[in-house]
Each structure stands twice: as C-alpha cells, then as structure tokens.
C-alpha cells in the first residue's frame, strides 16, 4: 500500500517581483492568505560570479523583457541583496509560511544559507555545480532540492551518488522537470515521477515536480504518481514585463491547485470495509435482492 503524504506547494516567485521589494511582500502575502500555499521561492544569483563578461555585457536575448540595456544590467536590476532577502523571509515568518530561495552560483549559496531556511533549491542549470553542491552539503543544514530539467539519467545518478558519498542523501529532493517556458503537454513526461521513485525512492528523502506547464491538471496527476511536493511559477499578473510570467499561475490558479492537491489527498485511501457507513443506507434502499 502507497502512503501518500499531504502535498506541499511551494509558489515561485522567483524574478516576478520585478525588482520590487513592496510587489514581493505582496507576492507573498497572497500566496500564503488567497493561495494557501506552503512556502514561496525567490532566486539569488552571484551575476559577476555566475556570467561570462561576454554574457554580462551582452543584449538580454528578449528586448521586450529586459530591464536594463545588457543582460548583466537586467540581472542585477532584478536581484535582491541579502538584507533584503532576510527582510523577505522575516516577512515570511510572520504570516507563517516557508520562505526559500534557489541559488544558481556558491556565493548566492553562501548568502542563503546564512538565513538558514528550511530548504535550498538547486535549479536544473546549476545542478551539476558540484563546487557549489560540495560546500552546501558540508555548511548547510537543511534540505537541498535539486531540479532535473535538462540532466541526463547518468547525470542524476551521479547527484545521488554524490550525496551519498557526502552522507546527506537524507536531506536530498529530486525534482522531475521539463526545462522550457512553457512546456506543452506531450514534453512534461510525467512517469518519470515513476522511475525516480523506483530508482531513488528508497534513496532520498523526496520525490518532487516542477511544473512550467499550462493549467492545474498535470500537478494533480504528478501527485498521484508520488510527487507530493509541488512547485509552480507564480504570479500576480501573466502579462507583465518579464520571460516567467507567462508560465506562471496567477492568484486563483495557484488557489485552485492548493484545493484541489489536499481534495486528491483525501481521495487517495482504500476502504476500510466492504460496505462503508456513507454507503449502507443506499444498499439497504436500492441494492436488488434475490427472491
């Protein structure tokens, strides 16, 4: 018998703040008061460390969406220091709910961890930064999720190996996940939710899916197939200035798959007898007996 856990939604804020840290709180405060998520994430990026000084200087590849004349210059607009960032989690704190943040290069990582959230996430680009990977596993203490999208079965097996070898496989939370924005429906893949549970199961901590799909119902099913933790880009507005919104939930999206993931958990039992208590009066009204 499966032992299904309650899902835990995490919403992405990611970027969509659009360098504001008022649009952030706000973000938050929704995601936690209308959305009944479970925690939000934000990401830090170290761009010096983490762009090539050609990439830094170079045009954003999307002018419509850039916030500054290079792409470095759009970065940097976009990132919160870390002040800020404790700001944000101590916000977080207050309306009770999880605060956490990807980091994409080691200096990002150091930073983060210092807040000592409940979890660190590891973006599919980054998850072969073993450098990176090396130093949270040997400094921070809490969970490390790590995204998949673009990553070879070999490739995962050496992440798991890694870990194991660093004895932190306990705190480890494999993320199925198709890289694009968005992903149409034939390219989510979703049994492989199927195969990292046989593989790693048994392995890791977790299961989780990273959805950059459109709509609520491949979340449900991913559940279903054992991804009990479940994150979605998210934000206020689909068709504001920047690459993520348009692969993002808004408010009552992001509500909608909150309910539905706790009414699917409910659902996910065998009957405790033959002939449930709900069900005898209809047996005894309706059911054909034999003469």
């Known amino acids: 018998m499966t032992n299904y856990n309650a899902p835990f939604v995490i919403a992405e804020i990611g970027c ?146 890694f870990f194991e070898e660093h004895k932190r496989q306990q705190d480890l939370v494999l993320y199925n996940c198709t890289s694009g924005y968005p992903v149409p429906f034939e390219d989510v893949c979703l049994l492989d939710i199927v195969t990292l549970k046989e593989k790693y199961g048994k392995r890791i901590k977790h299961i989780g899916f990273s959805g950059h799909h459109l709509g609520i119902a491949v979340d449900v099913a991913a559940y279903t197939l054992g991804a009990h933790i479940i994150e979605r880009h998210y934000t206020l507005d689909r068709t504001w200035k920047g690459t993520d919104h348009a692969a993002s939930l808004e408010p009552m999206g992001l509500r909608k798959l909150s309910r539905d993931l706790k009414a699917v958990h409910k659902t996910l039992t065998h009957k405790s007898q033959d002939i449930l208590p709900i069900e005898r009066v209809q047996r005894d009204k309706l059911k054909y007996r034999k003469d």
């Not at 203490?141 to 079965?153: D, L, P």
Request: aromatic fraction near 10%; charge should be negative.
């Open 16 to 161: 969509n703040h659009k360098g504001n840290l008022e649009t952030a709180k706000e973000l938050i405060k929704v995601a936690k008061i209308f959305c009944n998520a479970d925690a939000v994430k934000f990401q830090k990026r170290h761009n010096i460390e983490l762009l090539t000084k050609e990439q830094y200087n170079a045009p954003h590849p999307n002018p419509i969406n850039s916030y500054g004349d290079t792409y470095g210059a759009h970065r940097e607009f976009l990132e919160f220091s870390l002040e800020q960032h404790k700001e944000l989690k101590d916000y977080c704190e207050s309306l009770e709910i999880v605060y956490s943040c990807s980091v994409w290069d080691t200096t990002s990582a150091k930073e983060v961890s210092s807040l000592n959230p409940q979890f660190i996430k590891i973006p599919s680009a980054c998850n072969n930064h073993y450098k990176m990977l090396a130093w949270l596993c040997d400094n921070y203490k809490g969970e490390i999720h790590i995204s998949t999208g673009m990553t070879t079965a070999n490739e995962i097996e050496e992440i798991v190996s």
